[in-house]
């Protein structure tokens, strides 16, 4: 099993000061995470993008390219690229030359994503998102694939033999389909034969169960070998300590704002107790032997073979969260690598010929950044 530390880049009050980190504070923290994240052994680390508050990740070419420059081996995830709201060749052109800087590291998850403020400021409306998701992609297959594209497109100016540089390092690109609740987006994953990215956060196991078994069901229909179906899976919140009642009571002060901020939208929320959330949500929250067992208990619904984490403290104190990152690594992650497999397929770079990857060695820019920022050189012990 893989997994990855992700953060959607939320700016808003700390949930028990009420304080909230300048914007420059905020981004630099969410580096700092992603080179602990490569520190402590982790496979991957994904940025959100999302163009409403109280988010500031409207831009994740950018972070990760800083975040490239930093680090050397773990690999750089988008959660999501909302690719309802982008224009599909902009978007290719800024992630292909972000995957050169990366030296091939780049994974890109994709949804149509959420919220009626972003759609509103994109002009796109409810009934179009997905056939603007779809279209995108279908886009986004060309480009990165033919030197030259001619197409008609509904939701942008049709492409006449165009040519659209640079292409990626990485020949493909491996592309994810982000899922919450919808059929399209594991329809499409399945019929191009993509691994399938299950949000899994907000509601109990059953719906996104439902929606990867209804994946491997199209997948085999499409005609794949069903034994590289491949699904990942999100984490509703993470916390271990030596005993659980130390996570839960340590987890508390996050559970309260969550709850504040479903009361200031007026909405109800799915999990009302910590003891219910941590109970029936995918929340890792509990001893490392809890976390084991409930990843288990997920995996024999999903079949799952990568996890994400929360990369970000959130009401836990910052010494907290690094510190049950650690002990996950040291306890958790150890057993659930040896337990469940790995993808199907290798972490490494893909489809990189060695005179491209001569040409753009990731090690050797990466520690020439980090010398030049003052940063630490890290030693091995990554598998991404």
């Known amino acids: ?50 163009h409403e508050r109280p988010f500031i990740s409207s831009s994740p070419p950018v972070v990760l390219s800083h975040i490239a420059a930093l680090t050397s081996r773990i690999r750089l995830f988008t959660a999501v690229t909302t690719l309802s709201l982008l224009d599909p060749v902009r978007a290719a052109e800024d992630y292909a030359t972000l995957d050169h800087l990366a030296g091939g590291r780049l994974d890109l998850i994709i949804g149509k994503g959420n919220g009626t403020a972003q759609r509103e400021l994109f002009q796109v409306s409810p009934e179009d998102q997905w056939d603007r998701n779809a279209e995108s992609y279908e886009l986004f297959r060309q480009i990165w694939r033919q030197d030259r594209v001619t197409a008609k497109a509904r939701f942008r100016p049709e492409l006449t033999d165009a040519e659209v540089w640079p292409r990626p390092l990485q020949q493909p690109i491996r592309v994810w389909h982000g899922s919450a609740t919808s059929r399209e987006s594991v329809d499409l994953a399945a019929r191009y034969g993509d ?72 909405l109800e929320p799915v999990f009302p107790t910590l003891e219910d959330f941590v109970e029936r949500s995918s929340a890792l929250i509990g001893s490392p032997q809890q976390i084991i067992e409930k990843v288990h208990r997920y995996h024999e619904q999903f079949g799952h073979t990568v ?49 491209e990857a001569d040409s753009a060695p990731a090690s050797a820019s990466a520690s020439a950044a980090v010398s030049a920022t003052g940063g630490t050189a890290f030693d091995g012990g990554l598998t991404g």
């Open 1 to 50: 099993m893989k997994f990855l530390a992700i953060t959607l880049i939320v700016h808003a009050p700390h949930p028990v000061t009420g304080i909230r980190k300048p914007t420059t504070e905020r981004f630099r923290e969410v580096i700092d995470n992603a080179v602990l994240a490569e520190q402590l052994g982790f496979d991957g680390f994904g940025v959100g993008e999302r």
């Open 195 to 266: 691994p399938l990215f299950s949000a899994n956060v907000t509601n109990p196991i059953e719906p996104y169960a439902e929606l990867v078994r209804h994946y491997r069901e199209r997948w085999e229909h499409y005609g794949h070998d069903p034994a590289l179906a491949t699904v990942g899976a999100g984490s509703a919140g993470f916390h271990t300590a030596r005993t659980s009642q130390r996570a839960v009571a340590a987890y508390r002060p996050v559970f309260e704002g969550y709850l504040a901020f479903h009361r200031r939208a007026g």
């Open 307 to 355: 996890l994400h984490l929360q990369a970000e403290a959130g009401g836990l104190e910052d010494a907290d969260h690094r510190a049950s990152l650690e002990l996950f690594q040291a306890e958790v992650a150890p057993v659930l690598r040896r337990d469940i497999p790995d993808p199907p397929w290798p972490w490494e770079p893909m489809g990189v010929a060695p005179t």
